[in-house]
Structures are given as structure tokens and as C-alpha cells.
């Protein structure tokens, strides 16, 4: 029988003295989590500081309750090799207020062409994914496939075959070739945002398979429909916000743990970049500060999931499956009411479709390898 914590009473427990202040422990208005872990988080930096930094970032990792996030590769230099990555990880040195794992890119400069430095790389990075883009072909994938396998590492997929982009096909057949691939090769293989309901089918009959398969959702995608989009930059992404239909198969296999986890896809841009209506901005919305609450708010709140859910999706789930080591917390008032208001955000990126929504649960402090920000 799964086994369910009250994470309303974690501030009481003798556990976690040393790691929050006294009075944040003792506090009864306040509940403890472990830290959230956010395995799909664009930092931009190195090369395109001007959207965010890995200071900014994790700045805005630590108010939204995350202790750990993963970075994704589209990035200059693109980390494809050890020297490649050594830039980014000099900086995360330096300025990271948070844990950073970064991710690989599983071809060269994410052009799809010749794999990465897979055998150098493999022992610095949490896993490959060349986010942003579907690998197109099907030899490369295997290929890439055959050498994570070699060294017990993890695929992150990005699926989407390009000439049927946005529409939900394009996610979906690609899906599809890659759980073919893996169900030959063996591979780790974890699907990114996941946003359709065939993506929903092929993943759960990939586990019901015994395939070493996992997927992620995205906030956006469990609260809002293709009826709620507005001519704005704010609700550009990729995949795109889809249907009804899909909204309801997602909330149904956070449910039933098809989906291990919520993954923000934090994307800040510009505000230059995002302000050109939908069809002429670029695709992201920003996601760190506003996750938990929103989730608290618009699902367990209202009673479709559990308390102790979310933070398996959020907390639990991701350290089980990129075999995160991180012993973060954050505290959170649960009951506190509050209106979004990106232009606070600790990210440099602004744009969301979260403004001006009412939430509950504001975050009061997290931990980071003993240290607290408040």
C-alpha cells in the first residue's frame, strides 16, 4: 500500500531542525516540503543573458520553493562537449543560489546531425535532451539511444517531428517512433511536456510494457484549454496549450501516475521577444515562482489531487527518476492569499498568463544545502 505523508505536521518533526530557522519550524501556520525539483528550466546563460541568468534564475527558483533545478542545452556554446559544458558550469559555480543539473544536448549543437560527447560527458550532466527540438531522425536517435544506454544515463525527449508542427501529430508520431526505439534499445527514456491525450495513451502502454519510461506535464497545460488563449505573448509555448479533451486525459493520468511529475519549462524571454502578439513571439513562458501555488490552488484545492500527490509530483517523483541527491526543503503558508504579479518576479522574464490570477500558498522560505533564503 502506497504510503501517504502528512506534510501538514513536517514542521513539528525533530528531522529538519538545522536546515529552517526555529521560528519557521515552530511556526503551525507553516508546512514543510522537500524542495522542489524542477527537471526542465531554461537558464539561458551562458549566451543569451540579456532572457535570464543562472543568477536570476535560481533566484527565482528559491521564491518559487525549488532547491534543485535542471538545465536544458540551447544554449552558446551548445554543452556537447566537456569544454562546452565546463563554461556553464563555471557559472553555476560562481552564481547558482540553488542546486543546477545541467543537461547534455544529445547531438552537436542540437542540429540533429552527430551525437555529443556522450562517453565524456555522461558523469557531469543529469542526463541528454536537445529541448527546443525533436531529434528528426531515426538513425541518430537510435544511435544516441545505444550510447546513454552504454553508460546508464537518460533521454529527455523533446518530441516533435517538424513538418507537422504544432499540431498535436507532430508530438505524438514522434513519441511513438522513439518508444519503438526503446522498447529495442532498453534505454532510460523520459518524455518532456508532455501536452496530448495519445501522448498519455502511448506513455501509459509503455509502463503497462515494463518500459523504463517516465513523462512530465507542465502547469499550463493542467489549467488552462485552446479556449483560454488570448492574441498575447503570454500564452505562446510550444507544445502549444491544446484541448479540452487533452486537458482532461493529462489531469487523468496525473491521477492514476502515468505522468511522474510537473516540470515548469520555465522559457523567459524578452519583453521585446514577447510582445509582438501570439504569431510573432517567441515561444516560453516563465513558470518557477508560480507552479506550487497555482497547482495548490486549481487542483488540490479543489480536491483533484491530493496535497501529498503534489509534492510527489513535485518533490518526490524527479529525485526518483534523475537520481537527484537533495536534501532542500521549503515552507510554504498555505493559507495565504495573494494576486500574481509578474512584474515582482525574481526572473528577469516577465511574460505569463498568470497575472492577475488569485492563488493560495505563499512561499516562506527554502533551503539549499543548509543555507535559507527567506
Do not use: W
Amino acid at each position: 500500500m502506497e504510503q501517504h505523508t502528512n506534510y501538514n505536521s513536517l514542521h513539528k518533526d525533530e528531522l529538519y531542525k538545522g536546515r529552517l530557522p526555529q521560528d519557521i519550524i515552530s511556526n503551525p501556520n507553516y508546512s514543510i516540503f522537500p524542495g522542489f525539483i524542477d527537471v526542465h528550466v531554461h537558464l539561458r546563460e551562458p549566451g543569451f543573458s540579456y532572457k535570464e541568468t543562472i543568477a536570476t534564475g535560481t533566484r527565482a527558483a528559491l521564491a518559487g520553493g525549488y532547491s534543485g533545478v535542471a538545465s536544458m542545452p540551447n544554449l552558446n556554446p551548445v554543452p556537447d562537449s566537456i569544454d562546452n559544458l565546463n563554461v556553464q558550469l563555471d557559472i553555476i559555480k560562481k552564481d547558482a543560489l540553488t542546486q543546477v543539473y545541467p543537461f547534455a544536448s544529445i547531438t552537436k549543437g542540437q542540429k540533429g546531425l552527430e551525437l555529443s560527447d556522450v562517453g565524456g560527458l555522461h558523469n557531469m550532466v543529469i542526463g541528454f535532451s536537445d529541448d527546443g527540438r525533436g531529434v528528426q531522425s531515426y538513425d541518430i536517435m537510435e544511435k544516441a539511444m545505444k550510447e546513454v544506454k552504454k553508460y546508464d544515463s537518460i533521454i529527455a525527449a523533446h518530441c516533435e517531428v517538424d513538418s507537422l508542427a504544432p499540431t498535436p501529430e507532430s508530438e505524438y508520431l514522434q513519441l511513438e517512433r522513439d518508444l519503438k526505439l526503446v522498447k529495442t534499445v532498453n534505454v532510460r527514456y523520459h518524455m518532456c511536456h508532455c501536452s496530448t491525450k495519445e501522448s498519455v495513451n502511448l506513455i501509459r502502454q509503455a509502463k503497462a510494457a515494463g518500459l523504463p519510461v517516465t513523462c512530465e506535464t507542465a502547469p499550463h497545460y493542467l489549467i488552462f484549454t485552446d479556449k483560454d488563449v488570448k492574441d498575447s505573448g503570454n500564452y505562446k509555448m510550444n507544445p502549444p496549450i491544446r484541448s479540452r479533451a487533452d486537458q482532461e486525459a493529462l489531469l487523468e493520468a496525473i491521477c492514476d501516475g502515468t505522468i511522474d511529475m510537473i516540470a515548469t519549462d520555465h522559457a523567459p524571454h524578452s519583453k521585446e521577444e514577447k510582445s509582438k502578439g501570439f504569431a510573432g513571439s517567441l515561444n516560453g513562458i516563465v513558470g518557477l515562482e508560480t507552479a506550487f501555488p497555482l497547482l495548490y490552488t486549481h487542483l488540490v484545492k479543489t480536491q483533484v489531487i491530493s496535497l501529498d500527490k503534489l509534492i510527489q509530483l513535485m518533490s518526490i517523483n524527479p529525485r526518483k527518476v534523475f537520481r537527484i541527491d537533495n536534501n532542500g526543503l521549503c515552507a510554504f503558508d498555505l493559507n495565504q492569499k495573494y494576486t500574481v504579479n509578474p512584474d515582482s518576479f525574481m526572473s528577469m522574464g516577465r511574460s505569463c498568463p498568470y497575472g492577475g490570477m488569485e492563488v493560495y500558498g505563499k512561499n516562506i522560505a527554502t533551503s539549499v544545502k543548509g543555507v535559507t533564503n527567506e
